[in-house]
């Protein structure tokens, strides 16, 4: 099977199907489940893609990931699991429950997707701020999609719930529902996220100051010939908000900000366009500009998987990373196994942020006073991508 024949992603056609075998009762508790490598074969995908399903597994508690054995499917209570912190596999998370029913609010929490890099955590958040709250969470996913955004929206108001925290699809615009809760004044959080020129509540990292001090870093190792590397910014506030701070670094230290050494089209980490083929598209655009330019030193990417792409460009020209190129980015998986790789990184403050998210919807839907516009700031971590800039090639 071939990941262009269907327009679903192929790594959710695999988290779909080895949901449903769980479900179903072909694995059961404690059983291995096919490794990165079976199901990359199985279904003819690169083990990105394969590894980015058995992520989503397990970031929902579905299976366990085993350093060394492999991938096995949770036991809640030989794990040590309880119910509320294992989660469920119809979608649901959060809060206490009495005799079937949800105790409190019912809050809708619509995310893009998540996985280790970035997401994960911030549904932690959310579940830990929604048991202290006594509410109950629905999550549902939209893989990027707009229309699936719009759909879902609808769903959850038509089911009744009583406040909205939503992480939206990038895009150029956002989609009606959202611009129709904001304007009859339902409770709605964003994620990550702003308005523009309209009072929606939102959180989001200080994607400014983050990328002001990710850029001063790479500049104190002597860096000064840096490619950004980004998806097109189509009106996203983060990835506008980054590219501002990284262009401010530079004029705060009087280094000239060259638009020829970025990159910012790079498509193929978009929920909806993650593929085998915009993938090597992708990493060989950047090997391509790497060759072109070969006085680059460093690669500031905007997030997670374009450093991943980045990381295999420099590798396949035979370059050593850091001693050849450094690479920083924003977020990094908490826990790495097998092939994870520790990158330099802007560690976003996901619990903090889901945590404020459920607590924000609450004081709306209680008319208690609430901050209109929270900025978290993100931590500097440093890994093993970046190093002392080399002396320039010509």
């Given amino acids: 099977m071939s990941e262009s024949t269907s327009s679903k992603p192929m790594y959710e056609k695999i988290f779909d199907d080895v949901k449903r075998q769980i479900l179903d009762h072909s694995y059961k508790p404690g059983d291995r489940i096919p490794s990165e490598k079976e199901l990359a074969e199985e279904y003819q995908v690169s083990r990105i893609t394969s590894k980015r399903a058995l992520e989503m597994l397990a970031a929902e508690h579905i299976i366990v990931r085993k350093p060394g054995r492999g991938s096995f499917v949770a036991d809640p209570e030989a794990d040590g699991v309880g119910a509320a912190e294992h989660g469920r596999l119809d979608g649901t998370y959060g809060g206490n429950r009495a005799d079937g029913e949800?105790?409190?609010?019912?809050?809708?929490?619509?995310?893009?997707?998540?996985?280790?890099?970035?997401?994960?955590?911030?549904?932690?958040?959310?579940?830990?701020?929604?048991?202290?709250?006594?509410?109950?969470?629905?999550?549902?996913?939209?893989?990027?999609?707009?229309e699936n955004e719009e759909a879902t929206i609808r769903k959850l108001l038509q089911l009744g719930v009583d406040g909205l925290i939503v992480f939206p699809a990038q895009g150029e615009y956002f989609n009606a529902e959202i611009l129709k809760m904001v304007i009859e004044r339902f409770p709605l959080v964003l994620i990550d996220r702003e308005l523009k020129g309209v009072a929606a509540a939102s959180i989001s990292t200080d994607n400014v100051k983050a990328a002001q001090e990710a850029a001063e870093y790479l500049f104190d190792l002597g860096h000064a010939r840096i490619s950004l590397l980004s998806p097109p910014p189509v009106d996203t506030s983060a990835v506008e908000e980054r590219i501002e701070g990284f262009v401010q670094a530079h004029a705060g230290r009087g280094i000239a900000a060259e638009r020829e050494l970025w990159i910012s089209d790079l498509t193929?980490?978009?929920?909806?366009?993650?593929?085998?083929?915009?993938?090597?598209?992708?990493?060989?655009?950047?090997?391509?500009?790497?060759?072109?330019?070969?006085?680059?030193?460093?690669?500031?990417?905007?997030?997670?998987?374009?450093?991943?792409?980045?990381?295999?460009?420099?590798?396949?020209?035979?370059?050593?990373?850091?001693?050849?190129?450094?690479?920083?980015?924003?977020?990094?998986?908490?826990?790495?196994?097998?092939?994870?790789?520790?990158?330099?990184?802007?560690?976003?403050?996901?619990?903090?942020?889901?945590?404020?998210?459920?607590?924000?919807?609450?004081?709306?839907?209680?008319?208690?006073?609430?901050?209109?516009?929270?900025?978290?700031?993100?931590?500097?971590?440093?890994?093993?991508?970046?190093?002392?800039?080399?002396?320039?090639?010509?």
């Fill in 102 to 146: 949800a105790a409190g609010k019912l809050i809708g929490v619509v995310l893009t997707d998540f996985a280790g890099s970035y997401g994960t955590r911030l549904i932690y958040g959310m579940e830990d701020a929604a048991r202290e709250q006594d509410c109950y969470l629905v999550l549902k996913r939209t893989f990027g999609i707009q």
């Fill in 268 to 394: 193929s980490t978009l929920p909806n366009s993650f593929n085998d083929e915009n993938i090597e598209r992708d990493i060989d655009k950047i090997m391509r500009h790497l060759q072109a330019h070969p006085s680059i030193t460093a690669f500031f990417a905007i997030e997670y998987n374009i450093a991943l792409l980045a990381k295999a460009a420099v590798t396949r020209l035979g370059l050593r990373i850091p001693e050849d190129v450094s690479i920083i980015c924003f977020d990094s998986p908490q826990f790495r196994i097998g092939e994870g790789y520790a990158f330099t990184h802007m560690r976003q403050s996901e619990e903090d942020m889901g945590k404020l998210a459920v607590e924000n919807v609450l004081a709306l839907l209680e008319n208690r006073p609430s901050a209109n516009k929270i900025k978290l700031p993100a931590a500097l971590v440093p890994g093993e991508s970046t190093g002392p800039a080399r002396e320039r090639r010509k």
